[in-house]
């Protein structure tokens, strides 16, 4: 499932990002209602929504709106305001859900899992295929001949910004930007490097199943997904 994030303030975009990716859902992020807009008129299948209120170019509520004129997809208000009429305001244009800043991701992800069941949505994407391994994303679990292979905890979500974007290059950059270390600091690209040699191994990788291939001069690719 993608969730779509509005927000303009890019820290906090890009740690409802990385949230994201670790509870199993692919992602993207807008910064304004115009490139939120542009992603909901292109057809894209979202199937939820976190919307900020204020922003550069208008407001949450527009978008909402917008959303709502088109199909029922869950929609979660993430705003710094607290009051009433806010709140009220949210609901009224058709939100899920409103949560104020600060709040904790936990109380974030139970909040999307709990619109996910009233509202019927797929909130799980299942078991993903990684060429011979089955990768359990409600467990965090990976199988190959019916056996566990374990992934460290940075290994495991390395290897889930590979299934989000299966099929599409991704660049060193662009996995550095979003892998953080478990002390929240961010990986180095020597550091990159040892984690994907490891998780290519631990995926079997071999000159005839590749699994992560390198696209040089580029970055690196999934090769092969399927979902059970």
């Not at 209602?33 to 509520?61: Q, T």
């Not at 305001?89 to 909040?111: N, V, W």
């Not at 295929?129 to 679990?141: D, F, L, R, W």
Request: charged residues 25%; hydrophobic residues 40%; proline residues 2%.
């Amino acid at each position: 499932m993608k969730v779509l994030i509005l927000e303009d303030d890019r820290l906090i975009s890009e740690g409802l990002m990385i949230s994201m990716i670790q509870e199993g859902y692919d992602a993207v992020a807008t910064y304004t209602v115009e490139d939120a807009m542009n992603i909901i008129n292109s057809g894209e299948d979202i199937g939820f929504c976190l919307l900020d209120v204020m922003l550069p170019d208008g407001d949450g509520y527009t978008v909402c709106r917008e959303i709502r004129k088109r199909n029922n997809v869950p929609v979660l208000f993430i705003t710094a305001c607290d009051d009433e009429i806010h709140t009220v305001l949210a609901l009224e244009q058709g939100a899920d859900d409103y949560i104020t800043k600060p709040f904790r991701i936990r109380e974030l992800t139970a909040r999307i899992k709990a619109i996910l069941r009233r509202t019927g949505a797929s909130g799980q994407p299942g078991t993903v295929m990684v060429g011979e391994n089955q990768v359990n994303i409600q467990s965090g679990k990976v199988y190959r001949g019916g056996e566990e292979i374990f992934l460290t905890a940075m290994e495991y979500k390395l290897l889930m910004i590979f299934i989000n974007n299966s099929g599409k290059i991704i660049s060193r950059q662009q996995i550095l930007n979003a892998l953080w270390d478990d002390a929240g600091n961010f990986v180095n690209d020597n550091t990159l490097t040892v984690y994907i040699k490891r998780l290519r191994e631990k995926l079997g990788t071999t000159d005839e199943n590749p699994v992560i291939s390198t696209v040089r001069g580029l970055g690196y690719r999934l090769e092969s997904k399927g979902v059970i």
